[in-house]
């Protein structure tokens, strides 16, 4: 999907439709992640799912946020 002609922003619905490929992308992340586990947050959250503790709708935002550059260490 193009950005805008607006300076290059994205419209609320185009920012909305990015943020629902995201989660459509971490979600299939999750899923795979079920069937072939690492020592990783991602496995992690897909064990949690398996085990019924989270929601796929729930694993994914978080996902997300876990990974965010905020959240991310920098390399040592």
Do not use: F
Request: charged content about 25%; aromatic content about 2%.
């Amino acid at each position: 999907m193009p950005a805008s002609p607006t300076r290059g922003y994205k419209t609320p619905q185009e920012a909305a439709e990015t943020t629902r490929e995201l989660r459509r992308y971490i979600s299939g992340l999750i899923e795979a992640t079920m069937d072939d586990p690492a020592e990783d947050v991602l496995s992690d959250l897909a064990a949690r799912l398996k085990e019924g503790d989270l929601s796929l709708a729930e694993a994914a935002p978080l996902r997300h946020i876990l990974s965010s550059p905020a959240t991310t260490p920098a390399p040592t």
